[in-house]
Every structure is written in structure tokens, then in C-alpha cells.
């Protein structure tokens, strides 16, 4: 069992920068897909950015494509989600997910591993 620990979410002007971290718990996940998903009030969650567990190949949804960049460091077991740019509508929680295989996917049920969420709330 992996134990993802979320951080780094917040508020935040529009424009302006957050950086989220998931930490993972319990065993390694350098091989493991990790996705970051979000999910706003009255809205399903969606797909925001993705790494695989080998090669480190990276995917984005593509509203978020030029302004988020995921990176895992697997010397300290995390995976970051460096946020850019960010706009009102990316307000929502954000939620870090593993697969169990190194592949990456933009379906949420892709992920069998789910950490608490973190808030992101950009201001104008």
C-alpha cells in the first residue's frame, strides 16, 4: 500500500505561483505513474499532468500544458507540480494519485492510489 501525502496548496493572486508536492509513504513509488488530478465545487474531477514511472515521460492536460510542469525526484520519493501562470478557474482541490503500473493514463480510475487532497485557491 502507497500513502500519498499532498502539500504546497494554497491562495494565491491570479498570475501567480504554487508549487504542490506528493510525498509517498509506506514504499517507493519511483516505478509507479503518478498523476495530479483536481476537482472544483460542482464540478467532476479532471486530469491535470502526469509522469510515468519509467523514463519520466510527462502528459498535460491541455489547458495547463504551458504553464504546469510535473517532475518526480525519486532520490526523496516526490513528485512535483510546479504551477505557473495560474487563473481563477484553476481553483479547485488538487489530488495526487499512483498507479500500479509505470504507464501513465488521463482516467482517473487509472490510479489506485489517492492521497487527501490539497486546496488551490486563485484570487483575481
Known amino acids: 500500500q502507497v500513502r500519498l501525502v499532498e502539500s504546497g496548496g494554497g491562495t494565491v493572486q491570479a498570475g501567480g505561483s504554487l508549487r504542490l508536492s506528493c510525498a509517498a509513504a509506506g514504499r517507493t513509488f519511483s516505478r509507479n505513474a503518478v498523476g495530479w488530478f483536481r476537482q472544483a465545487p460542482g464540478k467532476e474531477r479532471e486530469f491535470v499532468a502526469a509522469v510515468s514511472g519509467i523514463g519520466g515521460t510527462t502528459t498535460y492536460a491541455d489547458d495547463v500544458k504551458a504553464r504546469f510542469t510535473i517532475s518526480r525526484d525519486n532520490a526523496e520519493n516526490t513528485v512535483v507540480l510546479q504551477m505557473n501562470s495560474l487563473r481563477r478557474e484553476d481553483s479547485a482541490v488538487y489530488y495526487c494519485?499512483?498507479?500500479?503500473?509505470?504507464?501513465?493514463?488521463?482516467?482517473?480510475?487509472?490510479?489506485?492510489?489517492w492521497g487527501q487532497g490539497t486546496q488551490v485557491t486563485v484570487s483575481s
Open positions: 494519485a499512483a498507479a500500479n503500473l509505470p504507464v501513465t493514463a488521463q482516467f482517473s480510475k487509472w490510479y489506485v492510489h
